[in-house]
């Protein structure tokens, strides 16, 4: 019942996109987040997408599966739709009795949604074009400055990768547990919130103490392997800029420059 | 009373690149009081098979029939089917969960309805059945050592009192003693009870000595069903998917091959001793 | 000279009751004494419980002695210094593949104990090549971990100690967890690294069939070392390891058996040839 689920996973193939420096992509991800919020009309928005469409190409990820991504979200979408588009106060267009459509909520709803579908195609983009484990190196770089203030940067970054690579095998593992239960007569579709929270019970508890065995034997494990912190650590792949990466820094910051523009001049 | 799969089949991420048949055209029927070996590679589509037998999984095709009723009829009771076809799965941890072990064997009992009085006697009968120490009934249950969880947890099935009761590697991670002792304990609860007891292994050895028919699943299909006798006479076969006869049977065939009168059916220590001892005009 | 030397070795467990306080004392290794020579292919069997695994982690100094000593190559384990060039020098692989596989991609995982030794980059990639390929894995050192097999996963984990190039590994029941075809993968790349790399082995198990190929044998049961001798002597010795909680294979047994029913037939019979030769039918 967990097989369909496509947030957050690489896709493998041969790009430039794949290939940047995932640091460059974690620094145009934010760019590209701020431009959604700066653009705001027709032209600001058609260059977002023109912009949004180029990198789709260059990622060699098929739009299909990026939009399979989304179909999870196509209730939270339409009903952020729906909210905006009744609630909002204006100048009535349509009514339908005590539901009345502004002009302004037509506006707000359409916006809303261009922005949410803008968002999460973009920075999906991201996690489908990095490995969880460049990503991860990526910020530990990118926040490596952050170690003056005592913020234990290298031992985040490792949470995560740890985190990435438990989370299929404790996805499966809570499938075997919940088949177990259920030969026992346990219940997991029963109504009510307080029947349901007890149901639980059978399936977290097992979840947990594994959860914490598996953690005790992978800290045993990285001690037989030398870890001893971030101390002393050499790279088997360490991040290094090429020329594409330059450069792609130079086409992010232009890309907003030039969005800035448009949206003021135009 | 018995269970019957009529061309059962299962597949899973249909209409993907990636479909994978786990059960392909599958009909058996178990009936009642059988003492079952299932034997396959991992990925052979055992452990499927054996989630269809009470309904974990739901075939893509075909019908399974319980008692003469179609499982998968609208109005039928798939949760009740759960408690008349117990099943413990390999890994005890994945099902013990209460803070001592009695209250956890408690739990199915509980869940079929039943009030806390009959819940506890069946809790007694259950851990009593399986040998369970009188003086661990109040410990937690991760407390326990391998062989005592694995007990806790067949315990945690009986209490439901099902009339098949499905193990599936039920002596994984166990050391040679505790695996006896386990395998001991299920042959004696087959013959006491006199209940239907299918065991999944990939061990050909711990089979043989106890069940009565073997069926060996291969790439999602049944590829033999017979006696332990039946199934390893036919050893070269066997050895084509990978899987191999006891040794001391091979041994009987080695004798066979170089003319020798014995029964290359002697599966077990015990007969294989009996045939060469009979050779040497011995009568043990 | 010895790879590694423990002498009278004992490891104490403080068993503490619900509020902490001690309550009393286990012995978990009662004064064992054991010897492996550089080179050498070592089992260890025991069953769950027997003190074994207790052993394998003083061994790689996650454990050190409450008494007695234990040298591996040379350096004293209970020395805190020592921690990191010991585990270097004897690396070890669990039980579970799962939960001592770290990175999300074979080559990485591999790749993570040369990183914490401070190898060069260069160096690294040079050192996870060569033994990815000593496990027949180089084929997969892309993939993720979670789509290979029991076997497999094992492999990459043997991989990931080798890349430390260790003079010795010990092997912590590596198979308790595998089906028979991933047992023999796993043993057999064991012999492998043996024979061809000269590592020196230690491999600890339940399994009787994985120690048939040893140069030595010592049995445990409650913290002790209670039996050893090469393979043969020790299969021998049918009644003896079943009083250990041992068993011996089918064929060591059909001989021990027909010996007892007045066959004259030797003990420590290993396969199913040498119990042909010695059946003796006219």
């Known amino acids: 019942m ?77 009903i952020a739709g729906v909210f905006n588009l009744f609630m909002t106060p204006g100048q009535a267009l349509v009514e339908f009795g005590p539901l009345t459509i502004s002009d302004v909520g037509l506006k707000n709803a359409v916006l809303m949604t261009a922005r949410m579908i803008f968002l999460i195609i973009g920075t999906s983009i991201m996690t489908l074009t990095t490995t969880p484990n460049q990503l991860t190196d990526g910020l530990e770089t990118s926040l490596a400055p952050l170690t003056i203030f005592n913020v234990p940067v290298h031992e985040i970054a490792l949470m995560m990768s740890i985190a990435l690579r438990f989370i299929p095998i404790l996805v499966e593992e809570t499938d075997k547990i919940m088949k177990a239960q259920m030969a026992r007569g346990a219940d997991f579709e029963s109504k009510g919130i307080v029947r349901k929270a007890k149901a639980m019970v059978p399936l977290l508890v097992p979840l947990f103490v594994s959860a914490f065995r598996r953690a005790s034997d992978l800290a045993l494990a990285m001690e037989a392997r030398c870890y001893h912190g971030g101390e002393g650590r050499t790279k088997m792949k360490p991040l290094h800029y090429e020329k594409e990466d330059r450069l792609s820094y130079v086409v992010i910051i232009s890309y907003l420059i030039l969005l800035i523009v448009i949206r003021i001049v135009l | 009373m018995s269970l019957i799969l009529d061309k059962v089949s299962y597949k899973y991420s249909t209409g993907t690149a990636y479909e994978v048949t786990a059960l392909d055209n599958v009909s058996l029927e178990i009936k009642d009081g059988q003492f079952i070996g299932i034997i396959g590679h991992t990925g052979s589509g055992k452990s499927t098979l ?85 003086d661990y009934y109040d410990q937690s249950p991760f407390d326990l050592s391998g062989g005592q969880k694995r007990r806790a947890a067949i315990a945690g099935v009986l209490a439901m009192k099902p009339a098949v009761l499905i193990l599936d590697e039920p002596t994984a991670g166990l050391d040679p003693k505790g695996r006896d002792e386990i395998l001991g304990l299920i042959k004696k609860m087959h013959e006491k009870s006199g209940n239907t007891i299918i065991l999944v292994s990939h061990s050909m050895e711990d089979v043989a000595n106890y069940v009565d028919r073997i069926i060996v699943m291969n790439d999602a299909k049944v590829y033999m069903d ?58 043990a | 000279m010895n790879i590694i030397e423990a002498k009278q070795l004992v490891h104490e467990f403080f068993r503490r009751d619900e509020e902490g306080n001690i309550e009393g004392i286990q012995v978990a290794l009662d004064k064992v004494d054991l010897k492996v020579e550089a080179g050498q292919f070592i089992s260890i069997l025991g069953h769950n419980g027997s003190g074994k695994s207790t052993l394998a982690k003083h061994i790689n100094a996650l454990l050190t002695p409450s008494e007695g000593t234990l040298y591996v190559d040379g350096k004293d384990t209970s020395d805190g210094k020592n921690e990191l060039a010991i585990r270097q020098s004897a690396g070890m692989v669990f039980q579970n593949p799962d939960n001592q596989i770290i990175a999300s991609i074979v080559e990485e995982d591999v790749g993570f104990g040369p990183e914490n030794m401070g190898v060069p980059t260069d160096e690294i990639w040079e050192r996870v090549e060569r033994s990815l390929k000593s496990v027949g894995m180089w084929k997969y050192h892309a993939h993720s971990p979670n789509k290979l097999s029991g076997g497999q996963k094992q492999r990459v984990a043997i991989a990931g100690v080798m890349a430390m190039e260790p003079k010795c590994i010990i092997l912590d029941e590596p198979t308790a967890m595998l089906d028979p075809d991933g047992r023999k993968e796993v043993i057999k790349v064991a012999h492998e690294l043996n024979e061809k790399k000269g590592v020196t082995v230690i491999l600890i198990t339940h399994y009787m069939e994985e120690v048939v190929g040893s140069d030595y044998v010592y049995v445990m049961d409650k913290g002790k070392v209670v039996m050893e001798g090469d393979p043969r002597n020790i299969f021998s010795r049918v009644e003896e390891l079943q009083s250990h909680r041992m068993d011996v294979p089918q064929i060591t047994l059909l001989a021990h058996e027909l010996r007892n029913s007045g066959l004259d037939i030797p003990e420590g019979i290993l396969t199913r040839e040498e119990l042909m030769n010695v059946l003796n039918l006219g």
């Open chain 2, 50 to 134: 054996i989630q269809h037998l009470n309904g974990l999984l739901k075939a893509t095709e075909g019908v399974i029939y319980y008692n003469g009723q179609d499982i998968y009829d609208k109005d039928y009771d798939l949760k009740e089917l759960r408690t008349q076809v117990g099943m413990v799965f390999q890994y005890p941890e994945h099902q013990l969960f209460e803070t001592t072990v009695f209250e956890d064997v408690k739990f199915g009992p509980k869940n079929q309805g039943l009030d806390d009085k009959e819940a506890t006697l069946r809790a007694y009968e259950a851990l009593r059945s399986v040998g369970f120490p009188e």
């Open chain 1, 2 to 78: 967990f097989r369909e689920i496509t947030i957050g996973q690489y896709y493998p193939a041969d790009s430039l996109l794949h290939r940047l420096d995932p640091r460059v992509k974690l620094f145009g991800t934010i760019i590209y987040l701020i431009s959604i919020f700066v653009a705001g009309d027709i032209f600001s928005f058609a260059f977002l997408a023109l912009f949004l469409v180029m990198i789709i190409r260059l990622s060699k990820v098929p739009f299909s599966y990026m939009v399979k991504g989304l179909r999870g979200i196509v209730l939270l979408l339409v």
């Open chain 2, 226 to 283: 017979g006696t332990p006798k039946e199934v390893f006479s036919q050893a070269k076969d066997l050895e084509e998917i990978g899987l191999a006869v006891p040794e001391v049977t091979y041994f009987m065939m080695e004798l066979k091959a170089k003319g020798y009168d014995v029964d290359v059916a002697a599966t077990t220590v015990e007969e294989a001793k009996r045939e060469i001892l009979k050779l040497k005009g011995i009568n």
